[in-house]
């Protein structure tokens, strides 16, 4: 007769763990009940300027200012990095100096600058430095308004960080994919938008959909050129009715809104991206077998016995 030996398996147990969880949601039961049960928070006015048409109007102003500023930082930015990893002496150190000169001065600062630049120059003249050729000249004070101040210096300050990353995702592919890229014959636009582009977007994306968030939370500097974005409007409203906390909580929630949608959107790039280096994958592998197959069928050749 044999005897059969029962296992009995037991789950491990975390007991730290659950201590943590329930001290976390005690403090949250706390935090919760302080904000919504405190009448000082006057949820009643925010629920009334929340959706109101000139909050409204700043938080358009908002998502224009990051759509455009993400646009040409990227395209500036992409040109600076590739300037950065260039083989000419000239274009990497002018590209270095450019993003050594932005990361290093304030938003705040830039802005003020670029608002008072018709103090320091009444015109703005396209031509040939050092001659008297010239196309076109334009009044300063009537190039550079509010939104176009405040559409520059975004620019010109998330085009330094947004190069560095580009460099950085460049910099992590592998340098026998150059040289595999290099090998087949293909040119340098085709290398870099075909083959490195794609392997270095997984770095790239991460760090620079966090830079895209920062830029939406950056816009709210622009206050000081006077321009209704959100974070000024805000402003104006609680200096007029002394509604400085429930005002700035409007601010609050939609600026959580657009950091929200933007890290969904960065979640869905991600997961399709993945999604198609999966595919792909799969399907370099299928075509790799099908030519190690019909390589096995070709090389076999026919035995034939002789008879003697």
Same mark, same amino acid.
């Given at each position: 007769?044999?005897?059969?030996?029962?296992?009995?398996?037991?789950?491990?147990?975390?007991?730290? $763990?659950?201590? @943590?969880?329930?001290?976390?949601?005690? &403090?949250?039961?706390?935090?919760? +009940?302080?904000?919504?049960?405190?009448? $000082?928070?006057?949820?009643?006015?925010?629920? $009334?300027?929340?959706?109101?048409?000139?909050?409204?109007?700043?938080? !358009?102003?908002?998502?224009?200012?990051?759509?455009? !500023?993400?646009?040409?930082?990227?395209?500036?930015?992409?040109?600076?990095?590739?300037?950065?990893?260039? #083989?000419?002496?000239?274009?990497?150190?002018?590209?270095?100096?450019?993003?050594?000169?932005?990361?290093?001065?304030?938003?705040? &600062?830039?802005?003020?600058?670029?608002?008072?630049?018709?103090?320091?120059?009444?015109?703005?003249?396209? !031509?040939? %430095?050092?001659?008297?050729?010239?196309?076109?000249?334009?009044?300063?004070?009537?190039?550079?308004?509010?939104?176009?101040?405040?559409?520059? @210096?975004?620019?010109?300050?998330? #085009?330094?960080?947004?190069?560095?990353?580009?460099? @950085?995702?460049?910099? @992590?592919?592998?340098? !026998? +994919?150059?040289?595999?890229?290099?090998?087949?014959?293909? %040119?340098?636009?085709?290398?870099?938008?075909?083959?490195? /582009?794609? +392997?270095?977007?997984?770095?790239? /994306? %991460?760090?620079?959909?966090?830079?895209?968030?920062?830029?939406?939370?950056?816009?709210?500097?622009?206050?000081?050129?006077?321009?209704?974005?959100?974070?000024?409007?805000? +402003?104006?409203?609680?200096?007029?009715?002394?509604?400085?906390?429930?005002?700035?909580?409007?601010?609050?929630?939609?600026?959580?809104?657009?950091?929200?949608?933007?890290?969904?959107?960065?979640?869905?790039?991600?997961?399709?991206?993945?999604? #198609?280096?999966?595919?792909?994958?799969?399907?370099?592998?299928?075509?790799?077998? $099908?030519?190690?197959? &019909?390589?096995?069928?070709?090389?076999?050749?026919?035995?034939?016995?002789?008879?003697?």
């Amino acid at each position: 007769m044999n005897n059969v030996e029962t296992i009995k398996v037991v789950p491990a147990r975390y007991p730290l $763990r659950t201590v @943590g969880a329930v001290v976390a949601l005690f &403090v949250l039961a706390i935090v919760v +009940q302080s904000v919504a049960f405190n009448p $000082r928070w006057e949820w009643a006015v925010f629920a $009334r300027w929340c959706f109101d048409p000139v909050i409204l109007e700043g938080v !358009g102003q908002t998502l224009l200012l990051t759509l455009i !500023g993400t646009a040409l930082s990227v395209v500036i930015g992409g040109m600076l990095a590739l300037a950065r990893l260039s #083989s000419s002496w000239l274009l990497s150190s002018l590209a270095w100096g450019y993003i050594w000169l932005f990361r290093s001065l304030p938003l705040i &600062v830039v802005l003020i600058i670029l608002y008072n630049f018709s103090y320091l120059y009444d015109t703005l003249s396209l !031509g040939v %430095p050092f001659t008297t050729i010239s196309w076109g000249s334009f009044e300063t004070i009537n190039v550079l308004g509010q939104f176009s101040t405040a559409v520059i @210096g975004l620019t010109l300050v998330q #085009s330094a960080y947004t190069a560095e990353i580009i460099r @950085g995702g460049f910099l @992590g592919v592998d340098h !026998g +994919q150059y040289e595999a890229a290099a090998a087949l014959g293909l %040119p340098a636009s085709r290398r870099t938008l075909r083959i490195i /582009l794609p +392997q270095a977007l997984r770095t790239i /994306l %991460p760090a620079g959909f966090n830079e895209i968030i920062s830029l939406a939370k950056g816009t709210s500097m622009v206050y000081v050129l006077a321009m209704p974005e959100l974070f000024y409007t805000i +402003q104006m409203i609680y200096n007029r009715t002394q509604e400085v906390i429930p005002l700035l909580m409007v601010g609050a929630v939609w600026y959580l809104v657009i950091t929200t949608v933007l890290s969904a959107i960065q979640h869905l790039v991600e997961r399709a991206l993945a999604r #198609s280096e999966r595919r792909s994958a799969v399907n370099q592998s299928r075509a790799s077998s $099908r030519t190690r197959s &019909v390589t096995t069928q070709t090389t076999q050749e026919p035995v034939h016995a002789s008879l003697s």
